[in-house]
């Protein structure tokens, strides 16, 4: 299985006069922009996908909508890529879908960074953890695995940020007819 890794788009500064409940904190607009022009990138590397998991949470579902809308699956919401879940409660929905051939998951710091360490090294993030893979804002991890996911089994085959996704997005589009 191929597993892609994506980080939820710039989403506005915790606020709790203005978001209580940091569940519902949105996306910015200009985050919102951005990640729409990275998902012409992220379209143009992996076209199609099999599954897109998302944390409930706003800012990761609606980043994950965007890339609904650019072509892949509609999200599955999926309350383990919540902020703070631990890495193996992932992997037990992921086990779900093993006969897919690639799947993708939307959420948040640290939980993603945790579960990318945790793949690739059967450790999470700590002391004796052995790698750390930073993922920015809008940005997209691939891992590949020879079966289903499972602690240490994953290779990092690469990490792109969002401003290499949009540039990639930018020099691929179709050329526009004029009248």
């Known amino acids: ?11 506005h ?4 006069n203005r978001w209580p409940d940091d569940a519902k904190r949105p ?5 919102e922009e951005r990640f729409r022009r990275a998902s012409g990138g992220i379209l143009r590397l992996l076209p199609e996908v099999g ?3 998302s944390s409930p949470f706003v800012r990761a579902w609606r980043t994950a909508e965007i890339l609904e809308q650019a ?3 509609a999200p599955v919401s999926c309350e383990e890529l919540e902020p703070d879940y631990p890495p193996h409660k ?3 929905v992921l086990a779900l879908h093993e006969g897919l051939e690639s799947a993708a998951i939307v959420g948040h710091r640290p939980g993603l960074h945790e579960l990318v360490s945790y793949l690739l090294t059967g450790d999470t993030i700590g002391e004796d953890c052995g790698m750390r893979v930073q ?4 940005g997209v991890a691939r891992l590949s695995f020879d079966g289903a996911p499972e602690p240490g ?6 990490v792109h940020t969002p401003k290499a996704l949009r540039a990639a997005g930018r020099k691929h589009r179709p050329p526009t007819v004029e009248s």
Not at 1 to 11: C, G, I, K, P, T
Not at 27 to 31: A, C, F, N, V, Y
Not at 135 to 138: C, D, E, P, W
């Open 1 to 11: 299985m191929d597993l892609y890794v994506v980080r939820h788009a710039v989403a």
């Open 13 to 16: 500064k915790r606020d709790e």
């Open 27 to 31: 996306l910015t607009d200009e985050g």
């Open 51 to 53: 599954l897109v998991l």
């Open 71 to 73: 072509g892949w699956p």
């Open 90 to 92: 992932v992997l037990n």
């Open 135 to 138: 993922i920015k804002k809008g």
């Open 153 to 158: 089994a994953g290779s990092l085959e690469w």
